[in-house]
């Protein structure tokens, strides 16, 4: 990967933000756009806006072809076995609620399980939260080791009879945990249970073969993966999807309608009620070109190589505390002494730099790190090591800044 020719791709990228130039350490939030994907929404609005499915006219077949096209392009890069288990959402967390709600609630009885981990993003916890309440279903936690992974003995431990429905991150957004979904999905099928996978954080830096995979379910988002906000995807077994009842309803995926009853069309549009988000799957659909181009096992081994050489940097930083296991995906999160992650977060903003703070949507997990609060640097095909470096240099200067000492 010549990353240098890469950054070349994303205009932003090219700037300055207080004086200084951009480091944008934040691409686990959302991700840059590059020019192909930018000119192809642009293409879309400019050329043919239509509505798809509906007209026979010339701009409306093409605007067709472009939506199923790019829903052609998610099949192959995530390895589903047909277009029919390709479901467009508005991104991870409508996908998530969406099987939650039409599955969950329709499967899930007063005793059964469901079994997270205290790693989850809250989109991939709170809807399970409502099921629950809804059906009488219990809540339970595979616990997590002192490095921040899971053992596949305890998720082996945790699964009951009982246990119906087990959803859990492929990637922690937080400690960049990489789950041993495979592995984990075996011992889900043993007990007859289905297991829902959060791949927002896998889909744009992995190699994901959702049938190798062995998910019955799995939810991304485009904004993470060079491409648009508000498009997303949820793949799920078509015998699963075909059981489903629609999570909206309305115009497009109808069948029938007569005064008092109504039909559903075939997989996939009877989970898509309403004009898509066409625009933005012709984007998802640039998207997945470009990262293709490059490789994704390029981007994953370029991001190995960032993670291991910041984890390094910022450890010769005193009183800085990094979370998380050795094997990690492209991201640190970390917290300075009694200093605020969002102090922290201002004084490299000043710096030009990027870095996210808070509880990242994942409170559960910060009570189990005993904070309420981090910083998290996250990084993507474009960052580079001297980012890196400026990184390191601009903690020095926060660390300088509230008085404490190397």
Same mark, same amino acid.
Request: aromatic share 8%; hydrophobic share 40%.
């Given at each position: 990967m010549n990353i240098s020719d890469i950054r070349k791709h994303f205009p932003i990228l090219d700037q300055e933000v207080n004086g200084h130039p951009l480091v944008y350490l934040d691409s686990a939030a959302t991700s840059q756009k590059p020019i192909s994907v930018i000119e192809a929404i642009d293409r879309y609005y400019r050329e043919y806006n239509s509505n798809v499915h509906r007209g026979v006219h010339t701009l409306g077949t093409?605007?067709?072809d472009g939506y199923e096209?790019?829903?052609?392009?998610?099949?192959?890069?995530?390895?589903?076995a047909s277009t029919e288990e390709v479901i467009f959402t508005r991104g991870t967390t409508t996908a998530i609620n969406m099987v939650a709600h039409s599955y969950g609630r329709?499967?899930?009885? =007063?005793?059964? *399980?469901?079994?997270?981990?205290?790693?989850?993003?809250?989109a991939n916890l709170i809807p399970w939260q409502q099921a629950a309440k809804a059906t009488g279903a219990v809540l339970k936690y595979v616990p997590m080791q002192p490095d921040g992974t899971i053992c596949l003995e305890d998720v082996k431990e945790m699964i009951t009879p009982q246990t119906k429905i087990v959803a859990m991150a492929h990637v922690s957004n937080v400690l960049g945990t990489i789950n041993?979904?495979? =592995?984990?999905? *075996?011992?889900?099928h043993?007990?007859?249970a289905i297991l829902l996978v959060d791949g927002a954080q896998s889909t744009p830096h992995l190699s994901v073969n959702v049938t190798d995979l062995g998910a019955d379910f799995y939810a991304f988002s485009g904004h993470k993966m060079v491409g648009p906000t508000g498009i997303g995807v949820l793949y799920g077994k078509k015998e699963l999807l075909e059981n489903m009842e629609p999570f909206e309803t309305g115009g497009e995926m109808i069948d029938f309608v007569d005064y008092y009853d109504a039909?559903?069309?075939?997989?996939?549009?009877?989970?898509?009620?309403?004009?898509?988000?066409?625009?933005?799957?012709?984007g998802l659909g640039a998207a997945i070109d470009f990262l293709n181009d490059i490789g994704m096992e390029n981007i994953h081994a370029h991001e190995e190589e960032l993670a291991d050489y910041a984890q390094q940097a910022l450890s010769e930083i005193g009183d800085l505390t990094i979370y998380g296991p050795k094997e990690r995906a492209g991201l640190v999160t970390f917290n300075m002494g009694d200093v605020h992650p969002h102090d922290v977060a201002t004084v490299l903003d000043a710096e030009g730099i990027a870095v996210r703070a808070g509880h990242h949507c994942a409170q559960p997990l910060m009570k189990w790190l005993g904070v309420s609060a981090t910083a998290r640097a996250s990084f993507y095909l474009y960052n580079t090591k001297e980012e890196i470096d400026a990184l390191?240099?601009?903690?020095?200067?926060?660390?300088?800044?509230?008085?404490?000492?190397?």
């Open positions: 093409k605007a067709t096209g790019a829903r052609e392009k998610v099949r192959r890069f995530i390895g589903a329709a499967n899930l009885s =007063e005793g059964d *399980e469901i079994l997270l981990t205290p790693m989850e993003h809250h041993p979904i495979k =592995e984990v999905a *075996e011992v889900v043993q007990q007859d039909s559903w069309k075939e997989l996939p549009w009877k989970l898509e009620a309403g004009t898509p988000v066409i625009a933005g799957a012709i390191a240099a601009g903690l020095k200067k926060t660390k300088e800044y509230f008085g404490h000492v190397f």
